[in-house]
């Protein structure tokens, strides 16, 4: 920057109610804001950084956390001695900045040998090598203190229906999922996976598509406290789903182990913009839902800055994600709290008929009564419920003038 040019707005002063804090728990992949641009037509069009100075930039945004993927660091193929040197070389430089690692990663993905599954390949001699890299990952996650490992599983699934019987699949999976488990379990170590779910890309169909998918297979595992999902809001997002919904039932679950916060538009491929850059509500309800039920988690943006950016320039992707979920809290704290919402919502809960009736606990008295009630359907239709209010209201909080 010249000397002649403004220096940067108020929103990076110290008063900023929306600068971001340790505090806020906003977390990044070193692979994240690393990302060099390139895409399935282009060549990169950024040099990428060493893990040192996007340390330095993050910390010095206001992350909190700084999340790793085995190759970022690395090589998995690296004797012992030399990967343990690079988890204690991470660690320190992490810890020097002040910052933490909520999460590791290992990419099943990247190298040819992936290209027909990981944990779902048909060759055995693939599966077992998926295994060894992953356990390699797991012990650099360990020494360097992350507690949740992520399980991105990009391969794993098929181009030519016919290659693969899908419930095979499945079963390979869970033996997998089972096997690093009991490892995890048998070295002490304090680790929990989580499963990232997505529709397609790089296959043209994914196992474990979606949040229910992956809910639904974590209760057949041995191991299921050990295992989570994560869920990333550009991958729903592409399955045509509700993020927020999808997130809400694995909340409710208790299954939230980490959350990919971006944005994309939907029937795209994966686009990893700007966290509410593209779907504001989905952005606000999520965001409200995360604060008011008390998510304790990493706020993770898996975002990767527009292929146009400079070098000097990407950082303006993570500052607009960690500013606009500050945003939409102090919003939704606002909606939560604003009489006409409130009013509206009261309104509609409210219910005259005898309160015996208005349990859905069973008892036999309760479904005895609840048969023999003479109901005034009609009645009950005639109530009108305000959302035409409620949702204008929501819209006017999002453009910034409730
Ligand atoms: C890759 C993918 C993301 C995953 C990363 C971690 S790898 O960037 O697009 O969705 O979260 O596994
Ligand atoms: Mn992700």
Redesign the pocket.
Same mark, same amino acid.
């Given at each position: 920057m010249t000397a002649t040019e403004p220096t940067k707005t108020g929103e990076e002063t110290q008063t900023d109610p929306y600068k971001p804090r340790k505090e806020d728990k906003f977390s990044f992949?070193l692979? +994240?804001m690393g990302?060099r641009g390139h895409d399935g037509f282009g060549e990169a069009t950024r040099r990428g950084f060493k893990p040192a100075y996007l340390l330095e930039k993050l910390a010095g945004l206001g992350a909190w956390g700084v999340?790793f993927?085995d190759d970022d660091l690395v090589a998995s193929e690296a004797p012992l001695a030399e990967r343990s040197r690079a988890a204690r070389q991470f660690k320190q430089q992490v810890e020097d900045n002040g910052l933490v690692t909520p999460?590791g990663? +290992? %990419?099943l993905?990247v190298k040819p040998v992936f290209k027909e599954g990981a944990f779902t390949a048909v060759d055995p001699g693939v599966r077992a090598f998926t295994l060894q890299k992953t356990l390699r990952a797991i012990d650099f996650a360990a020494e360097v203190g992350a507690p949740i490992f992520?399980?991105?599983g %990009?391969r794993e699934g098929v181009d030519a229906e016919g290659s693969k019987d899908p419930l095979e699949a499945l079963k390979r999976y869970r033996e997998a999922i089972g096997f690093i488990c009991r490892y995890v379990e048998d070295q002490g170590y304090n680790i929990k996976f989580a499963l990232?779910p997505?529709p397609n890309e790089p296959r043209s169909d994914s196992y474990l598509p979606t949040a229910g998918h992956a809910l639904a297979f974590i209760a057949t595992l041995d191991q299921p406290d050990r295992v989570g999902v994560?869920l990333?809001l %550009?991958?729903e997002t592409i399955a045509n789903l509700n993020f927020y919904h999808e997130v809400a039932q694995a909340l409710e679950a208790g299954k939230l182990f980490h959350i @990919?916060l971006n944005d994309q538009k939907v029937m795209r491929y @994966?686009q990893?913009m700007r966290f509410g850059s593209e779907s504001l509500k989905i952005a606000f309800f999520t965001v409200k839902l995360l604060e008011e039920k008390n998510y304790a988690g990493p706020r /993770?943006f @898996?975002v /990767?800055p527009y292929r146009t950016e400079a070098e000097a320039d990407v950082w303006d992707a993570a500052l607009g994600s960690m500013r606009t979920y500050k945003i939409l809290k102090e919003k939704a704290q606002r909606f939560a709290a604003d009489p006409r919402i409130e009013a509206i919502l009261g309104q509609n809960r409210r219910s005259d008929l005898p309160g015996d009736l208005l349990t859905a606990r069973y008892s036999p008295e309760t479904a005895r009564r609840l048969k023999d009630y003479r109901f005034d359907p009609d009645r009950l239709a005639r109530k009108g419920y305000r959302y035409e209010k409620l949702d204008q209201l929501t819209i006017e909080y999002i453009l910034g003038i409730a």
């Open positions: 992949g692979w +994240t990302n999340n993927q999460m990663t +290992t %990419a993905f992520n399980l991105w %990009a990232e997505k994560n990333e %550009a991958h @990919d @994966d990893n /993770h @898996d /990767h």
